[in-house]
């Protein structure tokens, strides 16, 4: 055991043996919390002040959680196989599945992530003739979603205007359609749990008697409804502030502590707080606090993970926030390398230098996966993309468009779907005519009636249906059941070809010009049964051998799981991931990009206060995921969502001290636009590999241009323009009003100022 704990310092050791007790751990990043969680866990069950099926821990990513579990069986000799390790929405669905009957779902209910959900609001808008300009279906799913976690039912919802109270309808058709097919959302998963334990007194005492710890991982980014689920589980029904609805439905449930409640040992940090938009509320941790009248607050203060530069840029950066908790973080670590800051004329130009520059680092021995490039928003990562894969270099991405949400996975798994749960109408709709089978719009308008008025799932509903649409639609129905008749006796990945084979998706794909990467994909869903079914120990204890039930959870699996069954896997590749997917991890090298104003902090958000400061706890996560060196790059101009934006670089490169920072001029060969470098006192001289080449000074050149404007008298920066005398040149700058003028550079013939009303220019 004394090696269990080795290595720990007074403050975590300190942590890691308290006795059963409440406990918070307020600590920075890169403090050693997920290490003093998991060592905490391994010492108490080494301890044997608990057995691994005593305890249950929530992480906060699926892989996360897989990185717990290994970290735990290295320490000790343990078989962690159905161990209560897992995310929110993995926990409660593996409570709902035990207890499906108790929380009212069939036994194999599936589970709609929430491209699914958008289909299936879409879906209930056009069968209830719901004008979707007027109730857009994307913030109907907000609006379900936010009434959801704060544990809100549609009976429950309040309305004060029409608008709201038709929305409020809207979700009780929601809800209706979703009970009807058997289908639960995300936020349903948590909920149902929540209710499931607050209304069944004996299965509440059950699990409150079963638990005697609960350990939670980035306690900052709970949300009410989560942590109304922990209080039930430890069997705290109290709620000291008012927590709306879940309060009163609480009360109702009446329940009372059960015996001696669970111990709940939290680790967070209030400056990683970065879901607030989806909910999260750091008040937890104060209510935590006060309502389990926490004694042991437990603050880590060495940071363990990165060099000193990098370490007082993130605290430099978050001492702009107010209403902190308030820690300070030291690193006995040297200062390290400065940070490189790089202006890019363009998003290429910025993604060419961040891959010649991580080409390099491999080179000098850095190991790919030791490299991230992280990014505000997803489709900042098609140009990365885009130049990895031009210079060879291996990369997986993380989020963004993840495997199980594929197209022809989605494909694949509706048909699993319908084999599982013929009512499923989101998993029938995307198939039926899927590859085609001449299944029309209004055959499907059809059915989609016929369903409406028998109240029935579309599956049913074809039966009665009459004509050719009847006949095609019942020759889709008699496939779904030839499906479902062969494939009884199957196992799991043998099921998976046989359903992609004889659904005629091989065959689609096989004569599809671009069809090679998919067909590779289906392969790789085969593998992902197979590994489901040799890793995922949990989930096949609780399926105890029954085929259905292990469709089921491998269902449940992709519609949980991020998507880790990359193409490629085993080979080392550089890692792309937002910053809210990086949350917890870290790497050597981190490159930030984007670093300019409405990209990060994001327009969304900038506008006020509190949406300032969560990018700003963003970008402070995104600072302390690295360990050696950091790079932090933006672009005078950049292509999003189809459109030129120029750009000016983000108040947060402000906010760090200009002494850690090493400005990196642009090296020639990255110059795609002519040069102009007015920012830079020494123009290349500092060389990408060179000194302190800036000395600090903002390059301030661009921020004068975007001071002023992009656009005058239907020129533009970045257009082409010719002169009779300059020749041709681009414009790098302009001002509006009575005097309007354009900077041009012509290269050769220099960088002029010219006035409109005097200069002939003519846009090329
Ligand atoms: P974050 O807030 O980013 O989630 P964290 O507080 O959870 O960070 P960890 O990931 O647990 O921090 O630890 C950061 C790094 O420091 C890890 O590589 C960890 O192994 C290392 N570390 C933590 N404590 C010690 C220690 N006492 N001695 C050596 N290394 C340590
Ligand atoms: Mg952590």
Redo the contacts with the bound molecule.
């Keep these: 055991m004394s090696e269990l704990l080795a290595?720990?310092?007074p403050d975590?050791l300190a942590a890691v043996t308290l006795p059963s007790q409440h406990a918070l751990i307020l600590?920075?990043?890169?403090?050693?919390?997920?290490?003093?969680l998991t060592t905490r866990i391994a010492w108490l069950i080494s301890t044997g002040q608990v057995g691994p099926h005593g305890l249950l821990a929530v992480t906060f990513t699926n892989k996360a959680a897989k990185e717990m579990l290994t970290r735990l069986s290295a320490m000790l000799p343990l078989n962690t196989r159905g161990m209560w390790v897992g995310t929110f929405h993995g926990l409660c669905n593996r409570l709902l599945r035990a207890h499906y009957r108790e929380a009212g779902l069939p036994a194999l209910f599936q589970i709609l992530d929430s491209a699914d959900q958008l289909a299936a609001i879409k879906r209930l808008l056009k069968a209830l003739n719901v004008d979707d300009e007027k109730f857009p279906p994307r913030e109907l799913a907000s609006f379900i979603n936010a009434h959801k976690e704060q544990g809100i039912r549609a009976a429950q919802a309040e309305a004060w205007d029409e608008y709201t109270r038709r929305r409020v309808e809207l979700y009780a058709e929601y809800e209706a359609q979703c009970q009807r097919e058997g289908v639960v959302d995300f936020a349903e998963l948590l909920l149902r749990a929540y209710e499931l334990l607050s209304r069944n007194e004996p299965l509440r005492r059950h699990y409150q008697t079963r638990f005697t710890h609960i350990l939670v991982d980035e306690f900052q980014d709970t949300n009410r409804l989560q942590y109304a689920w922990l209080k039930l589980l430890a069997g705290y029904g109290e709620y000291g502030r008012a927590a709306g609805q879940i309060a009163a439905a609480e009360a109702g449930a009446g329940s009372a502590a059960a015996g001696a409640p669970a111990a709940i040992f939290a680790v967070g940090?209030d400056d990683?707080s970065i879901y607030a938009f989806r909910g999260a509320d750091v008040g937890n941790m104060r209510d935590f606090e006060r309502e389990f009248a926490v004694k042991s607050v437990i603050r880590l203060e060495q940071n363990?993970?990165s060099h000193g530069n990098i370490l007082d840029a993130a605290n430099a950066l978050i001492s702009n926030n107010n209403g902190r908790l308030g820690k300070n973080l030291w690193t006995a670590a040297g200062a390290g390398e400065p940070i490189r800051v790089f202006e890019a004329f363009s998003d290429i130009d910025e993604a060419r230098f961040i891959v010649d520059e991580a080409r390099e680092l491999v080179r000098d021995g850095v190991e790919r996966d030791q490299i991230a490039l992280l990014y505000r928003s997803n489709a900042q990562s098609r140009v990365l993309e885009h130049q990895l894969f031009s210079a060879g270099v291996p990369y997986r991405v993380h989020g963004g468009l993840r495997f199980f949400e594929r197209q022809e996975i989605k494909h694949a798994l509706a048909y699993l779907r319908l084999i599982a749960n013929a009512d499923d109408d989101t998993a029938f709709s995307r198939v039926v005519n899927f590859p085609t089978r001449g299944i029309g719009a209004r055959s499907l308008e059809a059915l989609q009636d016929a369903a409406h008025r028998a109240n029935s799932s579309l599956y049913n509903a074809a039966a009665g249906l009459a004509g050719k649409a009847g006949a095609s639609v019942g020759a889709f129905v008699r496939l779904i059941e030839a499906l479902r008749r062969d494939t009884a006796a199957l196992k799991l990945s043998e099921m998976v070809a046989h359903v992609i084979d004889e659904s005629g998706l091989r065959r689609h794909y096989l004569g599809e010009k671009e069809g090679a990467e998919r067909l590779e994909n289906l392969d790789e869903l085969i593998n992902a049964a197979e590994s489901f079914l040799r890793e995922d120990s949990d989930a096949l204890a609780e399926a105890a051998g029954d085929a259905g039930a292990v469709l089921a959870a491998f269902l449940a699996h992709a519609s949980l799981e991020a998507g880790e069954h990359q193409a490629g896997e085993g080979e080392t590749a550089v890692q792309l991931m937002t910053v809210h997917a990086a949350?917890?991890l870290?790497f050597d090298v981190v490159f930030i990009s984007g670093l300019e104003q409405g990209l990060f902090p994001h327009e969304n958000a900038a506008q006020e206060r509190e949406g300032l400061e969560e990018e700003r706890r963003l970008m402070y996560v995104a600072i302390?995921r690295a360990r050696k060196r950091l790079y932090l790059s933006w672009a005078q101009t950049r292509m999003l969502h189809g459109q030129t934006r120029y750009c000016a670089p983000s108040i947060f490169l402000d906010e760090i001290p200009p002494a850690l920072l090493r400005r990196l001029a642009p090296a020639p060969a990255f110059a795609s636009a002519p040069a102009f470098t007015s920012g830079y006192s020494g123009g290349y001289a500092a060389g990408r590999a060179g000194g302190n080449g800036g000395g600090g000074g903002k390059a301030s050149g661009s921020r004068a241009a975007a001071g002023s404007t992009t656009e005058v008298r239907g020129l533009r920066i970045g257009q082409s323009v010719e002169h009779a005398r300059f020749g041709v040149g681009v414009i790098v700058a302009a001002e509006g009003g009575a005097d309007a003028r354009v900077q041009v550079n012509f290269g050769a013939a220099g960088m002029k100022w010219l006035a409109l009303d005097y200069a002939k220019l003519t846009p090329l």
């Design positions: 290595g720990l310092n975590q600590a920075g990043a890169g403090s050693g919390k997920t290490r003093v940090d990683q363990y993970r949350k917890g870290e302390t």
